[in-house]
């Protein structure tokens, strides 16, 4: 019975287990699919659709991710964001994305384990003062993310964006230190992203420092670059190329290089790369005055941008007091969720767990009633085929035998018929046949000449919808009941009247025999146990010479 209670139990988790869960893995599935697809969209766009739709994609995914309290994904949906909307040349979209999700790994508890998303973070914010002409800010903030890097592969590009903002201040030297140290470290790296990178900075830093190998570089990263088809890598060693004939003064080789520049920038289509394409063309005019408007602008942009950039850290401040509250806010929401999640799961566990439990209790007694009865009818057909045969044979043969006393064959007789009665009364009821018409004979079977037996809406009662573990009992307690009466009461009329009560059935018993006082003794103990195994009730009333009752409910 242990095993059948473990088993059953395990069967009814498992399914709701399952049930609940197989939803779920399949939404996670598709989910997680359409995220790498726009994933790729936002990291090495193909078609100029690639960054809008991507974007569009992580906004909308980041609302679902909030509404869901998954934590991880918001974050790495932000990151995203950020990095789209730079790729696109929205910096201070970028930055606000940036500054949004490090309030919010700040404001959660596990913000300690979150490092390589706080590496991620930094390096995209540095990326974004690079841009913004904002050194300083870019290189503290790579040194921050240098402190608490654990991956080898994290490091690379730190660095890497760290020696690119040497590179942009024209400090080639500490740019090249730390490209060559990049470069010997990735002679054995597979990630032909990372290779390439380093290779072609390495290699335009060389070009600038005029070192033999800076041109086998830049070429060698191209090719790596169109081999993996990394469009946004082709745009940056195309341009680089363009500017080594520049400087070479070879302006027919570096136009070439300058066209596949626009070419590229119009496909990725962001402003900020076209512009770069755009620059680097009006570099190779010849005309003075396209020379001079052109130092001109880039005086005035340079202005613009150290005053956008003033304002910005304005922004940032008050943006990030914003964003801590905001966040906080959304990370409270989040953690109700969650527990309100935790707590309809474990709701849902232990309601399965009583279901079970209730389920099992049924199943266990009705088994251990079956078995008794099971065990009744084995008993019995002993009693019939070992012992009655027994005793039948033994009166035969002393009936025979002259010189045997009548009264000791009397007495045997008694004893046959005793073992006969108990083998009759615990014999298999079979229950295939019509129950009314077997319960019906079983009553008649007590009527003589001295006891009238009456019944009354027995064939009324719809025995087919009656579970056959109940009209078993039925028929053992009635037959306790009336064989009880015909050994003590000395009853001459016997009623008993069926009725149905909503799903309950009621049975009326009532004799005018002798009465008894009630001690619940030997057959009433007996019937009322097994009433009660189903659920039932049954109530006895007698008094001395004024009958015998008793009232069933099942």
């Not at 918001?74 to 500054?99: C, M, P, Q, T, W």
């Not at 998303?117 to 841009?131: E, H, S, T």
């Not at 680089?240 to 066209?259: G, P, Q, V």
């Not at 251990?368 to 027994?390: L, P, S």
Request: with cysteine; aromatic share 8%.
């Amino acid at each position: 019975m242990k095993y059948t209670k473990v088993s059953f139990t395990l069967k009814i988790l498992l399914f709701s287990f399952w049930w609940i869960l197989i939803p779920k893995l399949i939404i996670a599935q598709t989910a997680n699919d359409s995220s790498y697809y726009y994933h790729q969209q936002i990291i090495n766009p193909v078609i100029p659709s690639d960054l809008p739709t991507g974007i569009n994609f992580y906004i909308q995914k980041k609302k679902a991710d909030l509404k869901a309290g998954d934590s991880i994904s918001v974050i790495n949906d932000l990151r995203l964001l950020a990095i789209g909307e730079f790729k696109i040349g929205n910096n201070f979209n970028s930055e606000n994305y940036v500054v949004e999700a490090l309030n919010f790994i700040q404001s959660m508890s596990t913000k300690d384990t979150l490092v390589n998303a706080k590496v991620g973070l930094y390096n995209q914010l540095g990326r974004i003062y690079g841009a913004s002409n904002n050194p300083n800010e870019a290189i503290k903030t790579y040194n921050k993310a240098l402190q608490i890097v654990v991956k080898l592969k994290d490091s690379v590009i730190l660095l890497n964006n760290k020696a690119n903002i040497y590179k942009e201040q024209l400090d080639y030297k500490n740019a090249l230190t730390i490209y060559t140290l990049l470069h010997q470290k990735s002679q054995n790296n597979s990630d032909s992203y990372q290779k390439a990178l380093v290779l072609d900075n390495l290699g335009y830093v060389q070009s600038k420092l005029n070192k033999p190998k800076a041109l086998d570089n830049l070429k060698k990263a191209l090719q790596i670059r169109e081999d993996n088809n990394i469009i946004t890598g082709q745009h940056a060693s195309n341009k680089h190329l363009a500017e080594y004939y520049l400087d070479r003064k070879d302006t027919a080789t570096a136009l070439l290089y300058a066209e596949k520049v626009i070419s590229l920038a119009n496909k990725i289509n962001s402003s900020s790369f076209k512009l770069d394409a755009i620059s680097l063309m009006l570099r190779m005019d010849k005309n003075p005055l396209i020379h001079e408007y052109k130092k001109l602008t880039d005086s005035i942009a340079n202005a613009k941008q150290i005053a956008e950039n003033k304002n910005a850290f304005l922004k940032y401040n008050v943006a990030e007091e914003q964003g801590k509250t905001q966040a906080s806010q959304l990370q409270q929401e989040i953690e109700s969720r969650k527990r309100l999640a935790y707590q309809a799961l474990a709701l849902i566990i232990f309601l399965i767990l009583i279901g079970s439990y209730f389920i099992y209790r049924n199943r266990y007694r009705k088994a251990k009633i079956e078995e008794i009865y099971k065990t009744e009818t084995r008993i019995a057909k002993k009693v019939h085929d070992e012992v009655a045969n027994d005793m039948y044979k033994i009166m035969a043969s002393l009936e025979n035998n002259s010189g045997i006393d009548k009264k000791v064959i009397d007495e045997i007789e008694k004893i046959y018929t005793k073992t006969r009665d108990i083998s009759r009364e615990n014999s298999a009821i079979d229950l295939r046949e019509d129950f009314a018409i077997q319960l019906n004979d079983l009553l008649l079977g007590y009527k003589n000449n001295n006891v009238k037996i009456i019944t009354r809406n027995l064939s009324k009662i719809p025995w087919n919808t009656i579970p056959e573990i109940k009209k078993t009992t039925i028929y053992r307690v009635l037959q306790e009941l009336m064989t009880n009466m015909r050994k003590h009461s000395k009853a001459s009329i016997v009623t008993l009247v069926f009725h149905k009560e909503g799903s309950k059935i009621h049975i009326n018993y009532r004799d005018n025999g002798i009465g008894c006082n009630i001690f619940k003794k030997n057959g009433l103990q007996h019937t009322e146990s097994r009433i009660a195994s189903i659920n039932g009730t049954i109530t006895f009333e007698s008094k001395h010479d004024d009958g015998f009752k008793a009232s069933i409910i099942i």
